[in-house]
């Protein structure tokens, strides 16, 4: 042919088609100064106008000589490569009328592409447009900060923006554990394994199309069947397949090392398998390294949970002072970080340093939970916080308040229990114990919990006969519970 369209413009029409995800590569590559090869996909949504003009700047030649406006100068080797055909063949006028077609479908062609990076650029560069990533970044700080009824709107969003963003699949996974969704966990899996197949297929498509671009296409590969690697690991985990997944989330990281989603997901199995000390400490290995290797894109979203599950290896390996050290460092990326906050609370509190840990209760409650035991555990904890500080008024104040946020949650209802056992006060024993609605407590421990300390509290005042009773019953139901189990 006497002129063909430019193969790279050609691949760069592919990605405006698909600007969340392509433009995104490219802008990260810049940011990075390719130091690492690194898909984020909806990196856009953080860097906003001035990183996409950037981008079309350096991709489409924008000429900024043009006042007052974004016009982009056209790709003038396309027409010097036809007129050099040309004045090698004055004679040739198929190729000189060949030459002006195509050099007028180009014009078009060029004039589309600028219609559709203006609109881009206006879209982005108006503040309330929310893209995949910004909705992603609401939707894991509301689960986070344990208000998993909020955050599934966000995450609906950010999936409905783009759904091959595939860490967002991960993040999903939080606010249905916290509500006890284990369905919703495996329907979520297995709605990014389709995704990520649909993309594999995709790539094999266009590696027959885009012969060039072959080094490209198979790091997309391997980052994409890394990340189909991770999901068949998480089905198989929350389908109670523990090999299995092990197995398939190992590949993962085999397939893409950079993929740190796999590693802290491998690091997490390593780190709560029971014994193994080679393993946890495999596990320290791997998040360290999976933080230091943390991408701009990521830094808000997986940094503080990649510090949190490394302080819970440091607790597992009696590594107390190396845990409160990324515990800070979680709540450092993420200020509304619930577990963080917990787990330095109990840390705190079990080296007798009460004044800090009650730091950590104010911002629990100020951060407030969604749930109503979570919060109640909470409440009680603080209580017990202010008992070790010697506030023995604001104790009771607590516990009552632990009992309003969830009348089923019977630890708040044991410590009045002792109390009134202390000082001989039966009457308020049998009062509250009347109080306790244990027809709605769910939870065995609870209720084994209940039922231990109700035949206590009768043995005490010589109800030997109901505290047998009571016993025979937390006996009947601890049997039936071990049978179900």
Request: hydrophobic content about 35%; aromatic content about 12%.
């Amino acid at each position: 042919m006497a002129l063909q369209r430019d193969s790279r413009i050609d691949r760069y029409t592919r990605r405006i088609q698909n600007f969340r995800r392509d433009i995104a590569l490219e802008i990260t590559k810049s940011i990075t100064d390719n130091s690492c090869y690194e898909r984020n996909y909806d990196f856009i949504g953080k860097l906003k106008f001035i990183s996409e003009v950037n981008f079309l700047r350096r991709v489409y030649h924008l000429n900024e000589q043009t006042e007052g406006s974004s016009e982009l100068a056209i790709d003038d080797r396309v027409c010097s490569v036809g007129m050099k055909r040309k004045s090698e063949d004055d004679h040739s006028t198929t190729r000189t009328k060949k030459f002006k077609q195509d050099h007028y479908h180009i014009h078009k062609y060029t004039k589309h592409l600028r219609e559709e990076l203006h609109a881009l650029i206006k879209t982005l560069s108006d503040p309330e447009y929310k893209t995949s990533y910004d909705w992603l970044y609401v939707a894991q700080k509301e689960a986070w900060s344990y208000h998993p009824k909020k955050s599934l709107p966000s995450f609906g969003n950010a999936i409905h923006k783009n759904p091959w963003q595939y860490r967002q699949y991960v993040h999903l996974m939080e606010p249905y554990r916290q509500l006890g969704r284990k369905k919703d966990c495996i329907k979520a899996s297995l709605m990014a394994i389709h995704y990520c197949e649909q993309e594999l297929q995709w790539i094999a498509n266009e590696k027959k199309t885009y012969t060039e671009d072959v080094e490209e296409l198979d790091a997309d590969f391997s980052f994409v069947m890394g990340y189909k690697k991770l999901f068949d690991g998480i089905n198989s985990f929350f389908s109670d397949a523990l090999i299995p997944a092990c197995s398939c989330i190992k590949e993962a990281t085999i397939q893409d090392p950079t993929n740190n989603y796999a590693l802290l997901n491998l690091s997490i199995l390593y780190s709560f398998s029971p014994g193994g000390g080679d393993l946890k400490l495999q596990a320290v290995k791997m998040l360290r390294g999976a933080i230091q290797s943390v991408g701009p894109a990521e830094v808000e979203l997986i940094t503080s949970f990649l510090c949190h599950t490394l302080s819970q290896t440091y607790v597992n390996l009696d590594m107390i002072h190396e845990a409160l050290e990324y515990l800070d460092k979680s709540i450092h990326a993420n200020d509304t970080m619930v577990l963080a906050y917990q787990d330095r609370c109990k840390l705190l509190k079990a080296m007798e340093h009460y004044e800090h840990a009650m730091l950590d209760s104010d911002a629990l409650v100020k951060i407030k939970p969604e749930s109503s035991m979570e919060l109640s555990n909470i409440y009680l904890s603080r209580a017990m916080l202010f008992a070790k500080l010697g506030k023995f008024e604001l104790v009771l104040d607590w516990v009552l308040q632990s009992i309003k946020a969830d009348p089923t949650n019977v630890f708040p209802y044991t410590i009045l229990l002792n109390d009134f056992i202390v000082h001989n006060e039966f009457d308020k024993v049998k009062s509250l114990m009347e109080k306790i609605p244990f027809s709605e407590i769910e939870d065995p421990t609870q209720i084994s919990t209940y039922l231990q300390h109700q035949a206590e509290a009768y043995i005490h005042f010589n109800h030997v006969e109901t505290a047998n009773n009571i016993q025979r019953r937390l006996d009947r139901y601890l049997q039936s519970w071990y049978r179900i189990s």
